[in-house]
């Protein structure tokens, strides 16, 4: 697994945004990780959305294509320092962002996101943007 993809991608893919859909085809095969906590975030949508049942089929399609990343203690350790570090630096992001970033960094995985007003932040962490 090289790659974690975040929240907005994986609705952007599930909505057909060609330039993100066609990116993270071709990343697959190396590997494509997807946060529990991004997770919860699309459900999120999918749970409030006109097409509810739609969009929960195309989330279901979608789900074997990548891996499951879960929160361990690993992740909660680079979480605490880096919010801390954001905080003394007067430049705190939400903290589900930063247990994504976490889980990145931990697994030594390139975030696919759109949001680097936020993950750009988080201290050695490789972002990718289409």
């Known amino acids: 697994m090289q790659y974690l993809v975040d929240s907005d991608w994986v ?3 599930l909505h057909a945004v060609e330039p993100v859909r066609t990116r993270l085809r071709s990343l697959l095969p190396a590997g494509v990780g997807f946060s529990v906590i991004s997770l919860a975030e699309v459900y999120e949508g999918v749970y409030w959305s006109r097409e509810r049942e739609d969009d929960e089929r195309d989330l279901n399609a979608f789900l074997p294509d990548v ?3 879960p929160i361990d203690e ?9 919010r801390g ?4 630096a007067g430049k705190k992001i939400g903290d589900l ?5 976490a889980t990145a960094l ?3 995985l390139t975030l696919l996101t759109n949001n680097r007003r936020h993950f750009d932040r988080v201290e050695g962490l490789m972002v990718e943007s289409v």
């Open 11 to 13: 609705i952007d893919y």
């Open 67 to 69: 891996e499951l990343v």
């Open 74 to 82: 690993e992740v909660s350790r680079i979480f605490a320092m880096e």
């Open 85 to 88: 570090r954001l905080r003394a």
């Open 97 to 101: 962002d930063l247990l994504i970033g």
């Open 106 to 108: 931990r697994h030594d």
